[in-house]
């Protein structure tokens, strides 16, 4: 059975760091395409950065980029979405997940993450 245990997030003022944790058992996280998603109340879920099963391919959302940095620890099963200098806008449940068949088709449990102003 495949769980994605999130940890980390809460609330930081704008200009602020988190870290996003996301522990997985049942499946390596160095066998897998592993991403990062958002939802802001009332829009959809979107994408924030994917790391590649060879850790060769890091993507990054638009409003992500240079921003996040999207890692990876094999030994310790888990992946990270570390965030800096956030902005309100940033303010999301963050989801991880990974990516088996073509589909995103296993999702951690979601965490908060608030930024004031």
């Known amino acids: 059975q495949v769980q994605l245990v999130q940890s980390g997030g809460g609330l930081v003022q704008a200009g602020g760091s988190l870290r996003l944790s996301c522990a997985a058992s049942?499946?390596?996280?160095?066998?897998?395409?592993m991403g990062w998603f958002r939802q802001s109340r009332g829009k959809e879920r979107e994408f924030v950065a994917v790391i590649g099963w060879s850790g060769g391919t890091i993507l990054y959302s638009a409003s992500a980029k240079g921003r996040f940095t999207v890692s990876r620890d094999n030994a310790k099963n888990t992946v990270y979405l570390q965030m800096n200098s956030l902005k309100p806008e940033d303010t999301a449940v963050y989801y991880c997940?990974?990516?088996?068949?073509?589909?995103?088709?296993?999702w951690g449990q979601g965490t908060q993450v608030t930024v004031s102003s």
């Open positions: 049942g499946l390596k996280v160095s066998k897998y395409v």
């Open positions: 997940t990974a990516r088996s068949l073509s589909m995103w088709s296993n």
